[in-house]
Each structure stands twice: as structure tokens, then as C-alpha cells.
């Protein structure tokens, strides 16, 4: 097997051949060249030989800048599958999931564009917690995702040291089931906050009840951007005095000031997996998406 990495995950890929390595499977990390040309353009050249019919695996995040990422990740699949290889396209972070559907008249449901985009030079896709599991559905060929949550939860187990006087809450409903997920893995009871989006950036959540009092609370979201979503819930379950509140996300998409505004509500830990990798990327995806891959 050889893996490709665009800009985004070169660290990840890396990570993800080690992993192949110490289980005594082959694995090579390709070679290739990637620039731009004066006026902005993108250059790929795929430098490593690939036998014909080799697997062949691309790993590249859809993560800001958006559009240049996704260009190389489908000259990188063009330059393999040309090379005759079996090709399988690793997305660690599925960027553009969040236009998963129009909501207004006339929007372009971006998610599945890009799934059309990919699926012309893939004969796999694998990704990691899609912001809607229905985007599995625009791809035409076989294509997987993979759920991370069990690794935050895994990771706090070790922090925490025990599930006792621990909680696990999601800022909305629709990532609850990442908190049970992560609950699960730390013995403990999950809990939601119902959220309403104002604009970009700006969110509602409602106030309810949750008792806290004395228990180490970890807030799990899918994505964490703004950072809006997980600062007002900060905010509401400080005011029941817990022990501490430690925040996770699987994709750190943290744009402006995100990682501030979360602790400036009063949060005591802040971790991302490295689907996304930036200064509180602790996690890493390289085992879970290794597995996937065997
Ligand atoms: C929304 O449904 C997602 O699960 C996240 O809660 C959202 O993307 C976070 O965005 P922000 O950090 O900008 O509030």
C-alpha cells in the first residue's frame, strides 16, 4: 500500500503509515510534488512508481483553504488512478458537510457536490464524522465513516481517571449521540442542550437544568468554528458549579477567535482530534482510520 497526503494531513498520513508499520503491514509514504503556478494554480506530479492495481490511498482534509485542499485532493486521486491504482480517498474532515441540504430555494447542496467531485476519480471513500451521516448517501461508491467520539471519550477516561461525579453534555441534539458515544467509553450519564442558530457565528441556546454540581463535565461537539455553540454552554453549566469543564470537538475547524472566546467562558480544557491539525489537536485519528483502512 502507498499513501499520498495533500497539504492538510501530511502529519496525519504519516502517522496513519506508522501505524500500518508497527502491525507489520506495508506501508509506504508516496512522494509527490505539489505547487502553484504564478497565478495561483495548482501543480501536482506523482512521483513515487505505483504498480498497476496497487492500493493506492490519498488522505487529505477538506479544511481551510477550502477550495485549494479540495483541488488537490482530486489531482492527487487523478495523478493515482491514471497510475492504474486502486484508489481510496481518506478524507479525514469532510468540509463543505454543513451545506448537507438547501435550506433556502435555489442553494446548491455544496456536500454533495464535492461527493460527486471526489467519487469521478475514487473507487473508495473513507471519512470521519460527517456533519450529516446522509451525505454517506450522495456518494455512488462504496464509502465509509468512522466515529472518533469513542477516542475523546477514551482520552478523558485517562484524564479524569474515573466516570464517578462525570458528566457528558452536547451543545445541541444533533451531536448527543457523539456524547453517549464518549459516555459510553467513561461509564457516565449524557445530556443535550437545545440550540438555535441565529446567524453564522451566533447562536441561542436554551437555558435548562442540568445538575453539574461537584462533577467534571466534558462538552463533546462535532465541529467547534466560531466557537459560539460551545461558549454559551460553557457559560450556562458554569452557573451549577461544577468541578471543572473540559471541551471536545472531533474537527477543530476553530475559526477568529475561537479558542479564546471558549475559555474566556470559563473552560478549563480545550481538544480536538487531529482530523484538522492545530494547537489543540491532542487526539489522533491515525489507529481508527488505519483500522478502517484494513
Ligand atoms: C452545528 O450543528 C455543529 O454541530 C456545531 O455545533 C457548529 O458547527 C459549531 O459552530 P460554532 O463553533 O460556530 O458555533
Redesign the pocket.
Known sequence: MIIFAGSASQELAKKIADEFRASGEKAELGKSLIKRFPDGECYVRILSKIKKGEHAIVIQSISKPQDENLIELLFLMRGIREAGAKATCVIPYFGYG?QDRAFEEGEVVSSKAVAEMIESSADKVLTINL?KKHILSFFKIPAKELNAASLIGEHFKELFKTGKNTLVVS??E??LSLAKEAAKKLNCEANYFKKRRIAP?E?KTEQKNINVKNKNVLII??????????AEAVKILKQGKPRSVSVACIHGVLTGN?ISKIYAAGADLLVSTDTIPSQISRISVAKLIAKGLS
Open positions: 454543513r456533519h451543545p445541541d444533533g451531536s457565528g447562536v461537539d462535532d465541529i467547534i468554528d466560531s466557537g459560539s455553540t460551545i475561537a
